[in-house]
Nanobody
């Protein structure tokens, strides 16, 4: 059974930082494309960043230069370092694994106060 468990969300002031983590189990993590998505109230879920098995990364334009995605294959964990947070970054952040099919975590709330 595939499980993705996110952690690290919370409340932060604008300009602050948070680091999200997602621990995966039930997959060969090193073979999976991992990603972070987010969904704000009333909006569609959108891509934030992805990282391929070989380490190549892709970012939404809105987070380039502020967010960094990384992975530790030995720990089966993907991270999202979020710096210079803005109120518009507030959303539920979801971990995603592409491994034959798409798997999702339960989400973690990020709130940014202005």
């Amino acid at each position: 059974q595939v499980q993705l468990v996110e952690s690290g969300g919370g409340l932060v002031q604008a300009g602050g930082s948070l680091r999200l983590s997602c621990a995966a189990s039930g997959i060969i993590f090193s073979d999976a494309v991992m990603g972070w998505y987010r969904q704000a109230p009333g909006k569609r879920r959108e891509l934030v960043a992805t990282i391929a098995s070989g380490g190549r990364t892709n970012y939404a334009d809105s987070v380039k230069g502020r967010f960094t995605i990384s992975r530790n294959n030995a720990k089966n964990t993907v991270y999202l370092q979020m710096n210079s947070l803005k109120p518009e970054d507030a959303a539920v952040y979801y971990c995603n694994a592409m491994y034959g099919r798409s798997y999702w975590g339960q989400g973690t709330q990020v709130t940014v106060s202005s």
